[in-house]
């Protein structure tokens, strides 16, 4: 089959529509927000209300007459205090404008206090409804009386089990330690700021000399755990993350907030499932024609770089147990169509969020949903079928190869509680 035929444009459509895809996501949002008051004359986003009724919201130069999400979080942009999603309460106006509109209305009567000791808060204006990449603009606020001046600072150290892998603190997702709400009963996470001892979190660095410190998160003894806020930057061993915090007479009080999920299960079925009996009553029991019919529509590659559009489960089966690298696109394809089909029977939700680190649509953390992994594999043969020793986009399609064949592994699916963590007493 051709590889721009109309099924597989069709299969393209599809998953890019099931992914969420917008143009917002990689163009910078231009113009500005900033929160006033009720005269919209002051400009300052970091001014002192008095309460939440008080704090109101305009913008200039956005993009016009569209609609906008609104969220308020703590000032990290982490933890998530009230959103509008999923409506879009606010319209620019056809200069893209919008004027004095009182925060509170604008994400359904009010919002949850913020952790920060100072009463700061941050605003964010999104095109998105993640509010991600560039599609957003933000304006940090103050409520309550004035802080007094300080002479020292303090830093606290707060971590939460990221459950979507989104990298947001989001309503429902719960603080580790989490009180034996995991059936793991975990304690708290070792943190430290470089240079102090360590703790396990909430963790807290009282009359720290005004400065910027090092906040880091240390790797547990289990290698199933990852990162997802701040965006994870490589530590190497010993450590998951580490994150830039500064304390000053302005801003005495910090709190750093990280983010993890780990992986495990999700129902995936291997090369070996679906090359057995087993694979093939599953097949038989979904409806075995649409199912061969679904895998030609796919970009997939036989050993010489010709499409493969199998015509029998046992045409099929042999050509999965004969998978290998020597052309990489060959070995990509065999562990897509395990998962192609481990979706297409439900055995594996689309939506599901699998670790993928390198590939292009997955998120900073490294994670994506696996409807997305199949999707990008897919382009990927669709763009060279042939990919062996020498070509450049071999590596690159053998990160794709690994992730599916550990996802077919059931060894990167994110778990929907905190798994088991312990640290060495040598850390």
């Not at 600072?153 to 034996?180: C, Q």
């Not at 090359?275 to 029991?285: F, P, R």
């Not at 499409?307 to 147990?321: I, N, Q, T, V």
């Amino acid at each position: 089959m051709n590889r721009m035929s109309s099924a597989r444009a069709a299969f393209a459509l599809a998953t890019l529509a099931l992914m969420g895809f917008s143009a917002f996501a990689d163009s910078p949002l231009t113009g500005s927000i900033k929160t006033t008051d009720s005269t919209c004359i002051t400009v300052n986003g970091n001014v002192q209300y008095l309460d939440k009724s008080a704090v109101y919201l305009s913008g200039e130069n956005l993009v016009p007459s569209v609609g906008y999400y609104v969220r308020v979080t703590d000032p990290s942009g982490v933890v998530v205090l009230g959103t509008s999603v999923p409506n879009k309460p606010i319209t620019t106006d056809s200069s893209g404008n919008f004027s004095c509109m009182q925060l509170i209305a604008l994400v359904g009567g009010s919002y949850t206090d913020t952790p920060n000791p100072a009463g700061e808060y941050k605003v964010f204006v999104g095109l998105l409804s993640d509010f991600s990449g560039g599609s957003r603009k933000t304006d940090n606020f103050r409520i309550g009386s004035q802080t007094p001046v300080a002479e020292t600072g303090s830093i606290a150290i707060r971590k939460f089990y990221d459950t979507n892998a989104d990298g947001v603190w989001d309503a429902g997702e719960i603080e580790l330690p989490d009180a034996g709400a995991a059936p793991y009963g975990n304690t708290g996470w070792k943190v430290d700021l470089l240079g102090s001892a360590a703790q396990l979190t909430p963790a807290s660095y009282t009359s720290l000399q005004f400065s910027t410190y090092t906040a880091r998160e240390y790797a547990p003894t289990e290698t199933n755990w990852y990162s997802t806020a701040p965006t994870p930057i490589d530590m190497g061993s010993g450590f998951l993350n580490k994150s830039a915090v500064t304390v000053s007479s302005g801003s005495p009080y910090a709190t750093v907030i990280f983010g993890n999920v780990c992986t495990g299960a999700g129902g995936g079925k291997t090369l070996g499932f679906w090359s057995n009996k087993n694979g093939q009553a599953a097949m038989t029991a979904y409806g075995m024609n649409n199912l061969l019919a679904y895998l030609g529509g796919l970009n997939l590659a036989k050993p010489n770089g010709d499409d493969f559009d199998p015509a029998s489960y046992a045409e099929f089966k042999k050509w999965l147990l004969s998978g290998n690298a020597v052309n990489m696109s060959y070995m990509l394809s065999v562990q897509m169509a395990a998962m192609a089909l481990n979706i297409q029977t439900g055995k594996v939700g689309g939506a599901s969020m699998v670790y993928a680190p390198g590939a292009l649509t997955a998120n900073d953390s490294g994670f994506m949903s696996v409807a997305s992994l199949v999707s990008e594999a897919n382009t990927a043969l669709g763009n060279l079928s042939i990919t062996v020793a020498g070509v450049s986009a071999r590596a690159y399609q053998g990160m794709l190869k690994t992730a599916l064949d550990r996802a077919n592994n059931n060894l990167t699916f994110v778990q929907n509680q905190p798994c088991a963590y312990t640290f060495t007493s040598t850390q």
